[in-house]
């Protein structure tokens, strides 16, 4: 029997996420698919939220997880691989975007708007250093939390 690759992740499609079959999916799970299979491990899929991943590697609770953006940061805590992709921020926003949110410029300029963020996320920096000021950030602990809350007034930074 092979030795086993922890790999943490979340859902967080199209990244990563479990099918209606149950199995694991993804652009992120298909690449640790692949590097296990070329190293001649099994990969082992751990489910987790995003504020339990670097606390996962420091407690040895799985060997790689899904990407990252990397910051200064997290360098201190981890070695990062060379990056797999990149992207911008979107903003997750209301059905048909009523207050036509269009990014963090728009959220800060509509002065009654709320913008929901991920603890420990960069978008939470982000939603600062674009002069959302802190009184109108909510912070989440789960991706799922923060989705739910969004509303007419609400968007949430999300990868896109």
């Known amino acids: 029997m092979p030795e086993k690759m922890r790999f943490a992740f979340l859902q967080e499609p199209p990244f990563c996420f479990i099918d209606g079959s ?86 800060a300029n509509d002065r009654t708007a709320l913008i929901g963020v991920i603890s420990g996320q960069i978008q939470h920096r982000t939603a600062l250093q674009n002069a959302i000021q802190p009184e109108r950030l909510r912070i989440f602990a789960t991706q799922a939390e923060a989705a739910n809350a969004v509303g007419p007034a609400w968007c949430m930074p999300m990868r896109v």
């Open 22 to 107: 149950g199995r694991l999916g993804g652009s992120d799970a298909q690449l640790a698919k692949r590097v296990c299979l070329t190293l001649g491990l099994e990969l082992l899929p751990i489910e987790t939220e995003f504020a339990e991943l670097l606390p996962g590697f420091a407690e040895d609770r799985w060997d790689i997880t899904t990407g990252l953006f990397i910051s200064d940061d997290r360098r201190k805590l981890v070695d990062f691989t060379r990056p797999i992709w990149m992207l911008a921020d979107g903003l997750l926003v209301a059905k048909d975007n009523p207050r036509a949110f269009d990014g963090y410029r728009s959220v």
